[in-house]
């Protein structure tokens, strides 16, 4: 049984529909890639898993269960975690408020748990111990979007939501980020991985769709897709 | 923690500093301060310092008022300032309040139950919880559809509430007296003796040194007392915390688990509790409600206040109603200040004025408000810009080995 299952899902803008019936799995432990252009509906899909979008068509299955009705504060409970597009930092809340907000709704059972993930966080993303009484909006680009992610672990997610971690930031710290990404999969945490660093992305994870237009045009391993010429031109910019 | 803290003292403005302050003084200080403070206030309208006082009219009924007036701060901030839910019709919650106390106890009123199971003695006080049962389900009921909205459509739908409240008190001739309005509401019924027969409470009551305004304003601080521990308290839980996270960015609060609607209803329904509060007190101090007490203009002032004193500050906001009700009676029926020949009684006309003047001044050199809530809990502006600027700055220079450590 997949973590996550999308069974021909669609989304709608008004009558516009952004997402048309696409179906997507994520196993429990994998590392998956959802690439496309822009205004494929990349981000409609992760904010459909998230319910901060309703579905016109279709369901999501996350752990064998239908959550398509499900309100987006009570997935959260059940572990899906989104670091959103755009970071979504609180900007008036210090480094450390933003990172507490992350266990809002899943709340520490014991201090030594909480202290263990939040030392966690700050092994995988020293920046922000050191900035911690620092408030998120005036942190810089980078430095949010370690925010984010960090935010996103203090709520220990079971399917960890990433919407271009990579957005806007410079090639050193986007390594920087890949290395992280995949070290949080390592540790055991499943993972949908929006991206339009198609290379890194790509040959870091396990499998990987391609949206285009709101459908999935080519799934496969992520290395397989990779060595795929059509891929290779539309995404890698290889002619 | 607190090395960083006081080496940013210098940047600190009043509000903040005040709470570096107060925060640092242990528990028995803080009461050995706030106690002689509070009744220090109390006695104002007693004491009546020379510069201070009013002239044109009576100084404890200005301070019962401010009293009433800082109440509807502080349940306003709720919505506004902790929440940010931009409420332009919080009126409609002291009109709800007022007319309550008014239709269950006037005379004047086809519901008046003061001749029936609510003894005139006790008629107000029994009222009371009622006009404030009432305030919070109308807030209930106002807030479940319209709190699915966001921004300027809730601010649009909020303002319309609050007319129709006014326009009803004005139009149910039948019930609400319209224009004429209801009178002789009942009031506490509290130390009758014989040279205040109708007790302490009563409009009639002008016996000094306790006079109606003292007692109104009495009875008002120590209601403002227990609603600042009851907010303080919501704000320091997670209800608090849910509200911030909501007013900075309510997607992102969502996301994070935050049932964003079951706490922006909340916020709706505690402020309206208070507004409703509010309105009994002052039904009970006028023992008269007519609807133009309840124009719009009104709820522009109570948001005045809010962010003239700092929105999401409790005590800034008291503040800001202190200026609201205070400086326009300040200037009643003064001829003169400081030497300098004034009329007092025009510039008193003009408050609508010079609030609007002061406030465009506020928004554009402190936006945050005279006493802001914690000041980095509401940067922006020009001090965003330069403290991000150096943390750009600071990650792109000198730690970039350390980004690329060991990434090969
Ligand atoms: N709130 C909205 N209202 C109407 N249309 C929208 C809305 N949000 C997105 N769309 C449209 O839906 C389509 C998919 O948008 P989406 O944000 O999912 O794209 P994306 O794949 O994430 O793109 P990008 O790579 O640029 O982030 C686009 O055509 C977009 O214009
Ligand atoms: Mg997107």
Do not use: C
């Amino acid at each position: 049984m997949p973590l996550l299952e999308l069974k021909d899902m669609s989304v709608a803008y008004g009558r516009i529909e952004a997402v048309r019936g696409i179906s997507i799995t994520v196993e429990e432990g994998e590392l998956v890639t959802l690439i496309g252009a822009n205004g494929a509906g990349k981000t409609t899909t992760m904010r459909a898993i998230s319910g901060i979008r309703p579905i016109s068509a279709g369901s999501i299955w996350f752990d064998g269960n239908d959550i398509s009705k499900m309100k987006a504060h009570e997935r959260v409970l059940h572990g899906v975690i989104q670091a959103p597009e755009g970071r979504g930092v609180f900007p008036g809340m210090t480094v450390l408020e933003n990172l507490e907000m992350g266990a809002y709704a899943r709340v520490f059972k014991t201090k030594a748990e909480h202290d263990a993930t939040l030392g966690r966080v700050f092994e995988l993303f020293p920046r922000l111990e050191e900035r911690k009484s620092q408030v998120g909006g005036t942190m810089s680009g980078g430095e949010q979007q370690m925010l984010a992610i960090g935010r996103a672990l203090m709520a220990r997610p079971r399917l960890l939501l990433l919407d271009e971690p990579s957005m806007g930031l410079a090639p050193m710290v986007i390594q920087q980020i890949f290395k992280i990404i995949t070290e949080i999969n390592d540790s055991g945490t499943t993972i949908l991985l929006v991206e339009q660093n198609a290379q890194q992305a790509l040959s870091r994870s396990d499998r990987a769709y391609i949206l285009e237009t709101g459908e999935v045009v080519t799934t496969g391993e992520g290395k397989a897709l990779l060595a795929d010429p059509a891929v290779k031109q539309a995404y890698l910019g290889v002619a | 923690m607190s090395t960083e803290t006081t080496s940013t003292v210098a940047h600190l403005g009043i509000g903040d500093r005040f709470r570096l302050w107060w925060d640092a003084l242990a528990r028995p200080t803080q009461w050995a301060v706030g106690v002689p403070f509070i009744v220090l206030i109390a006695l104002l309208p007693i004491i009546k310092p020379p510069v201070l006082t009013t002239v044109g009219t009576d100084f404890a009924g200005v301070l019962a008022q401010f009293g009433m007036y800082a109440l509807l701060a502080i349940g306003l901030n709720v919505v506004v300032g902790q929440a940010g839910l931009l409420d332009l019709g919080y009126v409609g919650f002291y009109a709800i309040g007022a007319y309550t106390v008014g239709l269950l106890t006037s005379p004047d009123s086809p519901w008046n139950q003061t001749d029936s199971w609510l003894s005139q003695k006790w008629a107000w006080l029994f009222a009371l919880p009622i006009a404030i049962a009432i305030t919070a389900i109308s807030g209930l009921i106002l807030g479940s559809p319209t709190l699915r909205l966001r921004g300027d459509y809730l601010a649009i739908v909020t303002l319309g509430f609050g007319e129709i409240v006014r326009l009803l008190a004005d139009n149910l001739t039948t019930i609400t007296g319209g224009g004429r309005g209801l009178s002789r509401i009942a009031y506490p019924i509290v130390g009758v003796s014989e040279s205040r027969p109708t007790g302490y409470f009563s409009a009639g009551n002008n016996q000094a040194p306790i006079t109606s305004g003292v007692a109104w304003f009495w009875l008002s601080i120590v209601l403002i007392i227990v609603v600042l521990l009851v907010v303080g308290n919501l704000q320091r839980s997670r209800v608090g915390r849910a509200w911030v996270a909501i007013r900075e960015d309510e997607d992102a609060a969502e996301i994070m688990g935050v049932p964003t609607f079951k706490f922006k209803l909340w916020a709706f329904l505690i402020g309206a509790s208070i507004g409703g509060l509010s309105g009994a007190l002052y039904a009970g101090q006028v023992q008269f409600v007519i609807p133009t007490t309840f124009n719009i203009i009104n709820s522009t002032l109570f948001l005045v206040a809010v962010v003239l004193g700092g929105q999401g500050n409790k005590l800034g906001v008291i503040l800001g109603a202190f200026v609201i009700v205070y400086l326009p009676n300040f200037f009643l029926g003064r001829t003169e200040l400081f030497g300098i020949p004034i009329n007092g009684n025009e510039i008193a006309n003009y408050k609508y004025l010079f609030f609007g003047l002061a406030l465009i001044v506020l928004l554009i050199f402190r936006p945050q408000g005279l006493f802001p809530a914690r000041q980095k809990l509401l940067a922006y502006g020009r001090e965003v810009y330069v403290a991000a600027r150096r943390a750009a700055l600071a990650l792109t220079r000198p730690t970039s080995d350390e980004t690329t450590g060991g990434s090969r």
